[in-house]
């Protein structure tokens, strides 16, 4: 199937959703608990394309939508592209879609997105699942492959790359094993660039609040939960490597260790039925 047909197909599968500042498109599978699946970059919603087929199979309701700036969400240039943008948008789409309580999934930045999430409406949230992500986030140096995106020019250039066959041997590299055609990686690279051409993805990757304020916000957050939460982690992740940035995950969440399954970053390619699985298990302990 070439990348345009694949790209056309998925946003068949969603709908438009009207939200305040940046309209975007959701993507709802299956009946039952709600469970809601953040992206993180240089992805979008395409990311779980896998994952929520395979939670409908389990008798609940798989959700994902585009952040601002991303795969099928508008791309407006006054935005606030920050976390803490991210995170009071997330809101409103959550409202806009008629999501009230729901099961929270992050991945990559969605990760520090969904937690300032939990900050502000810690009572709708039932369940926490962490995909390969970070909260320690005051002292995180960016993956050497997203690093030449934060800076002006260098980060241009580095983008453009991201429209030729460099894409399929980047991600193949730190992001999934086999999981994926060559196709549907390029695929990403079509949703990234879009009418912008990565301009806005590119605010995103210099927005990141690698502070200790926000640091201490969303760490707050995660100790303050009182709802089943878990951890599961591409255990050939390169990017952000398993036995670094899992155990700190852990020790903020009381947890006694994580899940491991088969995956680089971007783990919901090559594991999505696993990951609906341990998702399913912690969604039963809830209702």
């Not at 990757?205 to 201490?216: I, L």
Request: charged content about 20%; hydrophobic content about 45%; overall charge neutral.
């Amino acid at each position: 199937m070439s990348v345009q047909q694949l790209v056309k197909n998925w946003s068949e599968r969603g709908a438009s959703l009207q939200v305040p500042k940046a309209n975007t498109r959701i993507w709802r599978e299956g009946e039952g608990e709600l469970v809601v699946c953040l992206h993180g970059v240089p992805a979008s919603g395409f990311i779980y394309r896998k994952v929520l087929p395979a939670l409908a199979a389990k008798g609940m309701q798989g959700i994902t939508f585009d952040f601002p700036g991303l795969g099928f969400a508008d791309r407006p240039a006054e935005f606030d592209y920050s976390w803490s943008g991210l995170a009071g948008w997330t809101v409103d789409a959550l409202d806009a879609a008629n999501i009230d309580d729901f099961h929270l999934v992050v991945h990559d930045i969605g990760g520090p997105v969904g937690f300032d999430v939990i900050r502000r409406i810690p009572k709708r949230v039932r369940s926490l699942t962490v995909l390969n992500s970070i909260a320690r986030v005051a002292s995180f140096k960016r993956p050497w492959v997203m690093e030449p995106f934060a800076y002006p020019g260098i980060g241009w250039f580095w983008l453009q790359g991201m429209r030729t066959p460099m894409i399929i041997a980047l991600l193949r590299t730190v992001g999934m094993h086999d999981g994926p055609t060559n196709d549907e990686l390029r695929a990403y690279g079509a949703l990234l660039f879009r009418e912008d051409g990565g301009r806005a993805f590119l605010k995103i990757m210099r927005s990141f609040e690698r502070t200790e304020a926000f640091e201490t916000d969303i760490v707050t957050a995660l100790k303050n939960i009182t709802v089943p939460a878990q951890v599961i982690w591409g255990a050939q992740d390169t990017a952000l490597k398993m036995k670094k940035h899992a155990p700190p995950f852990c020790e903020i969440l009381g947890l006694q260790d994580w899940h491991r399954v088969r995956g680089k970053h971007f783990l919901q390619e090559d594991s999505p039925n696993e990951i609906a699985e341990h998702i399913a298990n912690l969604v039963a302990t809830t209702v």
